[in-house]
């Protein structure tokens, strides 16, 4: 009996990636604790973000024009840093990235002006989402990608997002219940209690510096192996024992071309060049990715939390637990999708998991008793983030190694660019009391770009698949040969 339910265990583990994220390299598990303490630091940041800012006096218009600001500023730093990330080295610039975090949580502790706000936000990557936002995520996919076997990529990356999510949630529930902590002696102020949210900001800013210090070089970019110079002097060689019988010249040949130097090879440059089948498919997927995040610009979490308290009147405390309930749920539907795609494909998971969750956010603003708002707001949790990993391996298995970070860096980019319309537009729509009408608009676009992305993609074979098809065919006629 103890054998039967350690061997269901030892299944049921198995089928959830536990061994690959166990067995994996120091680097991988590094990256993954990396965007825990991120994500934790997002996660509560994000939670008082729009309640501090209002506290200041700001009104919903601005607020929505605070984060629309932050999220066009960071698409200019993350598109620059991802383009050059692996020119200049990976861990520069995640460490670069760290300190740059650690700065803006101290002068959001420090400062209530509202445009030294809106720079300290833009360079130090406050997330007005409690997502990813920033350079970090495109390097640290296309460093995991790159450490990854493909056969259990899928799995890597499923545990990256389920961390990413039970950081927010952690972050989430530890802002909220420290908030209403602070205030409830009545000796500190909204302002000071929120303050003190972002001192704590600025210290795990630290915490990821520190982890980015422990990376290794195997986190930077593969150099390509220069083997065909060896290759063609074999072709020649060949080529001559075929036209010659004369063994001296042979010989003469062979000891001429293992004198003769090596092709000069050009300056190693900083930009990355990208292929045209890689970029046929970045257009289609920056299309679908900009309509899916302008819908969640529209809805980030930092206006979410203020719906709710607004429209129910919840405690800070209360918003902590429920966005700490829906991000844990989240996470653990995140390894369920890495099960998922393995027996129905990742298009398939993507679309039929990312569905339901637009019609759920639609139904969110619809009821009047807060029950049943939470109730929707928990079921689009359940599968929100189910699509995230099988995206992300979708997409690395895409395109080639070498372009990895850069388009992720692009994709991010574009999608970040796409969410900065969001915000803006919430805010003037809560501004004239239509807050209801942004999940609405939300819930529509989501469901078209699922639509969209099953249409285009479905039954699409990677570049790695193709290789390998190309390969086994080679075998097989060499075989017959």
């Known amino acids: 009996m103890a054998s039967k339910a350690k061997s269901l265990l030892s299944a049921v583990a198995d089928e959830l990636g536990v061994f690959s994220i166990a067995q994996s390299s120091r680097d991988t ?31 919903d218009a601005r607020i929505g024009l605070f984060m629309t600001l932050t999220l066009l500023g960071d698409v200019v730093i993350s598109f620059l840093l991802t383009l050059v990330a692996d020119g200049l080295g990976r861990r520069r610039i995640l460490i670069l990235g760290a300190a740059l975090m650690s700065a803006s949580g101290v002068v959001f502790a420090l400062s209530g002006n509202y445009w030294v706000l809106v720079a300290a936000s833009i360079f130090g990557v406050i997330s007005p989402s409690g997502n990813e936002i920033g350079p970090f995520r495109a390097i640290e996919e296309s460093t995991l990608a790159q450490l990854t076997a493909k056969e259990i990529r ?22 909220g219940w420290i908030v209403q902590a602070l205030l409830r002696g009545g000796e500190w102020s909204k302002i000071g209690a929120y303050r003190t949210i972002f001192g704590i900001y600025a210290v795990l800013g630290v915490v990821k510096l520190l982890l980015a210090f422990m990376l290794s070089d195997k986190c930077e970019p593969e150099q390509p192996k220069q083997e065909y110079q060896e290759v063609h002097q074999m072709d020649n060689v060949e080529a001559e024992g ?13 000891a001429s071309e293992a004198r003769a130097p090596l092709p000069d090879m050009k300056r190693k440059s900083i930009w990355p060049a990208i292929s045209p089948a890689s970029r046929s498919i970045l257009i289609k997927l920056c299309l679908l990715f900009a309509v899916d995040s302008l819908a969640s610009g529209l809805v980030p979490l930092s206006w979410v939390t203020y719906f709710f308290d607004r429209k129910f009147k919840i405690s800070e405390g209360q918003l902590g637990t429920l966005f700490f309930a829906t991000n844990i749920v989240s996470s653990i539907s995140n390894l369920a999708a890495s099960s998922l795609a ?8 993507m679309v039929f998991t990312h569905l339901p969750s637009a019609i759920f956010l639609s139904l969110i603003p619809l009821p009047s008793q807060t029950g049943l708002a939470v109730t929707f707001l928990i ?6 983030n189910m699509d995230q990993a099988p995206r992300q391996a979708f997409l690395s298995a895409a395109v080639l190694p070498s372009e990895r970070t850069a388009i992720m860096g692009v994709v991010n980019v574009v999608k970040t660019l796409a969410q900065s319309g969001g915000p803006i537009a919430t ?26 992305m099953l249409k285009m993609f479905l039954g699409y074979k990677s570049r790695e698949e193709e290789e390998e098809n ?7 006629e060499n075989g017959a040969a």
Do not use: P
């Not at 799995?155 to 990256?160: L, S």
């Not at 075929?242 to 062979?254: A, F, I, P, T």
């Not at 805010?427 to 969209?452: Q, R, V």
């Open 342 to 349: 393995k027996r129905i494909g990742l298009i398939k998971t």
């Open 427 to 452: 805010g003037w729509l809560a501004e004239i009391g239509k807050f209801w009408i942004a999940f609405l608009i939300a819930g529509a676009m989501k469901a078209s770009y699922d639509l969209a």
């Open 29 to 59: 598990k590094l990256l993954c604790l990396q965007r825990f303490t991120r994500l934790f630091a997002y996660g509560a940041s994000t939670l008082i973000l729009a309640l501090y800012l209002s506290s200041l006096g700001t009104s």
């Open 379 to 384: 079921l689009r949790s359940c599968m929100q």
């Open 154 to 175: 899928s799995e890597i990356f499923a545990w990256y997002t389920l961390l990413g999510n039970a950081g927010t949630a952690c972050g989430s529930v530890a802002c």
């Open 470 to 476: 190309r390969k086994q065919h080679r075998e097989r």
């Open 242 to 254: 075929l036209l010659s019988d004369d063994e001296d010249s042979q010989e003469e040949h062979v």
